[in-house]
């Protein structure tokens, strides 16, 4: 019996599954199996996943055409062997001893889910210069609706039973989908921790899912209603936060030149002493958006984006 399942939503993923695979077979922690839910791919996704479950057992590919990334990981989690739910996107990567730091605090049964630190990298993970932060403490709500820490789905681990008896994600919800189930689940009294260690290399790339910034928005909005929910909305502080952490996106992304001096904007009219609560990333962001509309964007990202 596993202890981790991880839970990798599959569509037209060739060119970077093989990565991914590697760096979990690679896991010093041997525990784990793989559960790939392919969503209709027409590419060589399910025959390279096929080759690499040929090699190893652990590796399973099961198909869920056509329902998009979050009923694939819905669908993953109830076919799912371990006591543990690791989720990791198609094109992003681990750490070999990341399964094994997230086992060390898995021992305490009062943690529900842990994450960890981000490299972010646009071609190869050793020019990842940009790192995200993870805050002491468990989660919280408003720390959620300031700057999520989590990032992204391939930096979370849950235990099985917390992600049923939440409902899983919402399927409907095309982008910050991740934003509102966190929400659920620490509204429903879910403790989730940091480790600050760098876990997971996140490929960022213009023309991603999480590249859409104004879909995102709209996600968020979904998800703010969540946090009403539980008496949470926004105060102009977790605005600002937001809208520097969007600044950074939008840097490192590089897709326009005039979007991080509009973001960045908008976090100092919210307000600008939680623009600066983190120093320098507040005053990287500011350069950084001012410069872009001079610099090229691929190195104002680089620079700044930090």
Known sequence: MP??????????????????????TCQTHPAWEVICVDD???DDTVAIVRAHAACDPRIRLVRNPGKGPSDARNHGATVAHGTIIAFCDADDLW?????????????????????????FFRDVPEDAVTFSTVPEGALTIPRL???????TMSNIAVRRELFVASGGFDARIVHNEDLEWLIRLVGGGARIVGIDLCQTWYRTSAGGLSSDLQAMAQGRRTALQTAARFGHAPDR???AVHQR????????LGQSRIDPL???????????AAFFS??????????GACTALLMPPALTGRLFSR
């Open 3 to 24: 202890q981790y399942s991880v839970v990798i939503p599959c569509y037209n993923a060739a060119a970077t599954i093989r990565d991914t695979l590697a760096s979990i």
């Open 40 to 42: 209709g791919s027409t």
């Open 95 to 119: 750490s070999p001893t990341k399964l094994a730091e997230l086992t060390t605090i898995f021992t305490d049964s009062g943690v529900d889910a842990v994450y960890g630190q981000i490299a």
């Open 145 to 151: 609706l300031g700057e999520n820490p989590v990032c």
């Open 237 to 239: 502080a977790a605005e």
């Open 245 to 252: 952490y969007l600044a950074r996106r939008s840097l490192r």
């Open 262 to 272: 509009r973001y960045a904007a908008r976090g100092l009219i919210f307000c600008p």
């Open 278 to 287: 983190t120093p320098r990333r507040g005053l990287l962001t500011l350069i």
